[in-house]
């Protein structure tokens, strides 16, 4: 099959704001971008909604439709993102573009105490009504017990915008 991913380690080389710019890297993807940000992804030429999103195996129940935004998602709190770009045994069907599955960090991967801070600031002179300056924090702290056969693991992100769309519109008169 073919299979394509991007893990944490290439991940955290770019300064991507969210897991779908972090996943236009992986050949084949291209992604839509909503204010300047990437929001869906696109497989193979297939579209958002042609896509099957699972975390850790697990499918994903979405608002809207089955198409994912990974807008929402900070790349830091991520292990690898896996792009099944044609059908498996072992992996779900139904992403006629793609099988995206989403990795988290586990704690038993990686004992002991681990922590993971990222603190930014995102400047927006377009930003007519609000500030325009905005800061986003993420953090990761993990945790194992007993041995190491018990893990917590408590990921944390925050990013709050003040923005809007703009549109001028004009209709015939006649």
């Known amino acids: 099959g073919i299979v394509?991913?991007?893990?944490?380690?290439?991940?955290?080389?770019?300064?991507?704001?969210?897991?779908?710019?972090?996943?236009?890297?992986?050949?084949?993807?291209a992604i839509e971008r909503a204010r300047g940000e990437g929001t869906q992804?696109?497989?193979?030429?297939?579209?958002?909604?042609?896509?099957?999103?699972?975390?850790?195996?697990?499918?994903?129940a979405t608002s809207g439709g089955r198409s994912f935004d990974f807008g929402n998602i900070a790349s830091e709190g991520i292990a690898a993102v896996e792009v099944y770009k044609s059908s498996r045994a072992n992996v779900p069907t139904g992403g006629i573009g793609a099988v995206i599955n989403v990795k988290t960090r586990k704690p038993l991967e990686m004992p002991g105490f681990n922590a993971v801070a990222v603190v930014e600031g995102i400047h927006d002179p377009g930003t007519r009504g609000g500030d325009k300056f905005t800061p986003?924090?993420?953090?990761?702290?993990?945790?194992?017990?007993?041995?190491?056969?018990?893990?917590?693991?408590?990921?944390?992100?925050?990013?709050?915008?003040?923005?809007?769309?703009?549109?001028?519109?004009?209709?015939d008169f006649l």
């Open 4 to 29: 394509a991913g991007i893990s944490q380690i290439e991940m955290g080389k770019f300064p991507d704001t969210n897991l779908a710019e972090s996943m236009q890297r992986i050949s084949g993807v």
């Open 41 to 60: 992804v696109t497989v193979r030429g297939f579209g958002p909604r042609f896509n099957l999103v699972t975390f850790n195996g697990r499918q994903l």
């Open 136 to 171: 986003e924090f993420v953090g990761l702290v993990s945790q194992t017990f007993a041995d190491d056969t018990v893990g917590v693991a408590l990921s944390v992100s925050s990013s709050i915008r003040d923005g809007g769309d703009q549109n001028a519109t004009t209709q």
